[in-house]
């Protein structure tokens, strides 16, 4: 069974920083592209980025790109994905989800970890 727990959320002020984590069981997560997507209430999930599985491609929504960074070590099964110069419209849950092919973006997904921006 696919496990995806997030951690690291926060409070945090227009600028600040976050480092999320998401610790992978149940399947073999080396071998998974995985993406991180977020979700603000009243509205569908958002895609945010994606890591390929030996981490050589790297993807990012253009709101996030320059500002984001994921990151992973298949040794210890855990996906990051460091929050820098963060925005009040970052304000949202974030997901962890594998990246399946034929499956919709977030459809395996964890339980999320929340990050709210603001002053």
């Known amino acids: 069974e696919v496990q995806l727990v997030e951690s690291g959320g926060g409070l945090v002020q227009p600028g600040g920083s976050l480092r999320l984590s998401c610790q992978a069981s149940?399947?073999?997560?080396?071998?998974?592209?995985m993406d991180w997507v977020r979700q603000v209430p009243g509205m569908g999930l958002e895609w945010v980025s994606r890591?390929?599985?030996?981490?050589?491609?790297?993807t990012y929504a253009t709101p996030v790109k320059g500002r984001f960074t994921v990151s992973r070590d298949n040794l210890k099964n855990q996906l990051y994905l460091q929050l820098d110069g963060l925005k009040t419209e970052d304000t949202a849950t974030y997901y962890c989800?594998?990246?399946?092919?034929?499956?919709?973006?977030?459809?395996?997904r964890g339980q999320g970890t929340q990050v709210t921006v603001s002053s």
């Open positions: 149940g399947f073999d997560f080396s071998i998974f592209n």
């Open positions: 890591i390929s599985h030996d981490s050589t491609t790297r």
């Open positions: 989800a594998t990246a399946r092919a034929g499956r919709a973006v977030g459809a395996e």
